[in-house]
């Protein structure tokens, strides 16, 4: 009804709002996306989580986009305690891209011809996280390997900052050996095997029966 407080009496709501991204990253959408979401505009109550929630989304989607010197220049919350209202302060620089450099293969069991085509990127492409992740999907896709461990090295300090990536790979068994027993209506019991034997050389090969 009229001249109820839609937020309590001890609410403070925002007052004013200046909340930017700057650098060489200010026009790239994935930020120009979080900006245009901003779940503290004027009027609104403010909630201290959510403007700390945003700030470290911010920075994790910065370094995911391959902004690893991304910092906030300002950030503050100005407090009327009075009046009870909010003026918000955030401006993020996003310094310079970085680039992917060498992808070094700690493995002794392939040629190097059977690796290099994996990764989706190659040496001066921009950084994006996504694209180690799919390094790391694409390898297990191979089949060949026991384990994957991948380590990213960055240079912070290169112009632009580079990010090295070193993959240790661990030989899978030489065979495996997969069956697996199903019912249908109209077949009944059926069963199924599949054999494959992993890297008969070091270009890759192998041989699957099934």
Not at 5 to 28: N, T
Not at 60 to 67: K, P, R, S, V, Y
Request: charged letters at 30%.
């Amino acid at each position: 009804g009229l001249g109820v407080e839609p937020f309590g009496e001890d609410a403070v709501l925002v007052r004013e709002v200046q909340v930017s991204v700057v650098g060489e990253g200010a026009d790239y959408p994935a930020l120009v996306e979080w900006l245009e979401r901003w779940p503290l505009p004027t009027g609104s109550r403010l909630v201290q989580p959510t403007w700390d929630r945003e700030k470290d989304d911010l920075l994790d989607l910065a370094d995911a986009e391959g902004f690893l010197l991304a910092s906030f220049t300002e950030h503050r919350i100005e407090l009327d305690l009075d009046a009870q209202r909010a003026d918000l302060f955030l401006v993020l620089d996003t310094g310079p891209r970085a680039v992917f450099g060498e992808v070094r293969w700690e493995q002794d069991f392939l040629r190097d011809h059977v690796l290099d085509p994996v990764p989706r990127f190659v040496n001066g492409d921009s950084y994006r996280g996504w694209l180690v992740d799919q390094l790391r999907m694409d390898l297990w896709r191979l089949g060949f390997f026991e384990d994957i461990e991948l380590n990213e090295r960055r240079d912070l300090e290169a112009q632009p900052p580079v990010v090295d990536l070193e993959v240790r790979l661990t030989r899978i068994h030489r065979a495996t050996h997969q069956g697996t027993l199903g019912y249908g209506t109209d077949t009944d019991f059926r069963m199924q095997y599949r054999w494959q034997r992993h890297l008969l050389s070091d270009r890759g090969d192998s041989l699957c029966t099934g």
